[in-house]
């Protein structure tokens, strides 16, 4: 039996990894993972296949905002992540790359903006997949905590910031499928289901395009 290709899930603890996971299954019911209100309870890297699933799904743990936790532990999760992605780079047909909108300023505020010399960690994981070459769609979660106006001054600040590390960052309706030059953002809610059908869409997308 052919192995299915895969979807990796990445991002820091609680941003909504698993929920949104939950969302890409035929039968989410069946979906035993956790869902973020623990930040950092995914611990293992682990597989998720159905059925009726054209791809298997690779959430892995979150790292960077786990409460209760020593510094030689978050940097452990750090190491194995790079293990595994350095390992199994070449299974990956696309990579979702959560953020979550609530901790985009307080992230740049803190790694970019008081400590130039500190890639922002979000940063610091696009730069490091896209040495592998895997697509990336970033997500950026949990729009529906703030207002329209905020969103857009919020995710603004995300685009220019990205440029300082030679990210850059486009709207998915304003990404070519082709060009390996950008990173495409989709703003997302997982609690609203808000733009989950287009997730679905560029997910297809890819998967055909290796299929092809």
Known sequence: MNKKPSLLIIGN????KSSIT??????????????????????????VSQENLAYEIVDLPGFGYI????????????????IHIEKHHKDYFCGLVIINVLRIEDELEKYFFQNKKTIPLSFELLS?????????LIVINKI?????????????LFVESAKQYRLNVVHLDKHELYNDEEIP???????????????KKIIQQLLNQIRS
């Open 185 to 199: 953002y989709l703003d997302f809610s997982a609690l609203k289901k808000t733009n989950l059908e287009k997730l």
């Open 13 to 16: 603890s609680n941003v909504g």
């Open 67 to 82: 409460l209760h936790s020593s510094r030689r532990r978050s940097e452990h999760i750090k190491k194995q992540i790079v």
């Open 128 to 136: 490091f997949l896209r040495e592998f070459n895997i697509p990336l």
């Open 144 to 156: 529906d905590k703030i207002s329209n106006m905020d969103k857009v001054k919020i995710i603004n």
């Open 22 to 47: 939950r969302l890409l299954m035929p039968n989410p019911r069946k979906f035993k993972g956790k869902t973020g209100k623990t930040p950092g309870s995914t611990l293992l890297i682990k597989s």
